[in-house]
């Protein structure tokens, strides 16, 4: 595949029902099956507390979350779509906010962009606050720097690791 029409983009991805390392391996395997895209590098896998909102009380397993870089020649909106379907396929059947789930896929930087979309904003709005996303982020590529949001780096000074734990690489 020719990477002259690629754009690198990062993807967190995260699960807490259904087997959650399984869940995380079967997305992996599904975005390097995407047309025009192939897999670059993955964070391995992190356990997370679960982050939810203070009007939302109810307790929630912990989280496995990664982050994956992949290029592909998708355009963000197509991208989004084929994520939405790799959520379904893996039987996430519908999106309460703040709810439990079998596989979230979030685009989290699409190259240099930054968009504001009704279905999508990039930067992903969040990021930059959340453990899981900026320390797989930095095993990634620790030199990044999130548009309108500064670099990795200092983002992470002011992140919290909330207990994160490292759990090793994905198996393939
Ligand atoms: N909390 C953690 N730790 N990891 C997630 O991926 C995650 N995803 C969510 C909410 C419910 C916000 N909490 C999370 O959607």
């Known amino acids: 595949m020719s990477a002259d029409n690629a754009t690198k983009v990062f993807i967190g991805l995260g699960s807490n029902l259904d087997d959650p390392r399984r869940q995380i391996q079967r997305a992996l395997h599904a975005l390097a099956e995407l047309p025009g895209t192939r897999v670059l590098k993955d964070s391995g896998l992190y356990l997370s507390k679960p982050m939810l909102a203070d009007t939302n009380s109810q307790t929630q397993a912990d989280y496995c979350n990664a982050v994956a870089l992949i290029e592909t020649e998708l355009e963000p909106l197509e991208l989004l779509e084929q994520l939405q379907q790799i959520e379904q396929a893996q039987g996430r059947v519908r999106k309460k906010h703040w709810g439990p789930r079998s596989i979230d896929l979030d685009i989290l930087l699409y190259g240099e962009q930054v968009m504001h979309h009704e279905r999508l904003t990039v930067p992903h709005p969040g ?17 990044l720097e999130i548009p309108g949001r500064g670099m990795l780096n200092e983002l992470i000074k002011n992140c919290p690791d909330k207990g994160l734990k490292y759990l090793g690489a994905i198996e393939v």
């Open 127 to 143: 990021m930059h606050q959340r453990e899981f996303v900026l320390y797989p982020l930095q095993r990634i590529d620790s030199t």
